[in-house]
């Protein structure tokens, strides 16, 4: 099974990836983080890419989709995966479903508005040390500012300043909104409220998936 995670940024997909990762044993896939580990390791694609992030802006598809698939042929991918901020395009998506035709899918979008978005990223928080995320409104650290892991003290991105989200919203909304089209036309998008609590927006993910494995099991053993 390929998860594909939709949504705005800071609609709680990662979040969300993670969840899905442990419950039903499949990678979780964040390009962000992946990008960012390229920026910090100052690779040719690191430098390049940090430039576009700082204007609010994708990467190009020919980046991210080699970026993609170089994991994804990986053996421990092979039984399926979760993805979060990949495709954000139709040419990525196209191009996904060209080079990975062994696995069914399904798109869940995590659905949040403008201004909740705004909100949610100018509380955002991350360690500097072991990543973890927080945020000051709906997760907050228990001591405040400082990382409940490793007591580092929390740093906000600067893709989380209030200029920068909103040219990330307008990039999202001109590009990655038309995969819903995408995938409705293939019937396999569902959408849910990401206003819920963490606990029921899982949950709701968990009915799709434990019905969608289930199918694919079962057309699996017929075949």
């Not at 979008?109 to 500097?128: G, K």
């Not at 927006?201 to 199918?215: G, R, S």
Request: some cysteine.
């Amino acid at each position: 099974m390929r998860i594909i995670l939709l949504g705005p940024p800071g609609s709680g997909k990662g979040t969300q990836g993670k969840l899905i990762e442990k419950k039903y044993k499949v990678p979780h896939i964040s390009t962000g983080d992946l990008l960012r580990k390229e920026v910090e390791e100052g690779t040719p694609l690191g430098k390049e890419a940090e430039a576009i992030m700082r204007r609010g802006e994708l990467v190009s598809d020919d980046v991210m989709i080699k970026m993609i698939w170089e994991r994804v042929i990986q053996s421990e991918y092979q039984k399926g995966y979760v993805l979060d901020g990949f495709p954000r395009t139709i040419a990525q998506a196209q191009k996904l479903e060209e080079v990975d035709q062994k696995h069914d899918e399904v798109a869940i979008e995590i659905h949040l508005s403008d201004q909740t978005v705004l909100e949610r990223l100018a509380s955002r928080r991350v360690c500097p040390h072991c990543e973890r995320i927080y945020n000051l409104l709906l997760q907050p650290p228990i001591k405040n500012e400082h990382c409940d892991k490793c007591a580092a003290k929390l740093i906000q991105r600067e893709d989380d300043r209030p200029e920068v989200i909103k040219d990330r919203l307008k990039v999202y909304h001109q590009q990655t909104k038309p995969l819903i089209d995408h995938y409705s036309q293939k019937k396999v998008f569902f959408r849910i409220d990401g206003q819920a609590s963490i606990e029921d927006i899982f949950m709701k993910i968990c009915l799709i998936l434990d019905k969608k494995f289930a199918n694919s099991t079962e057309a699996a053993v017929t075949e």
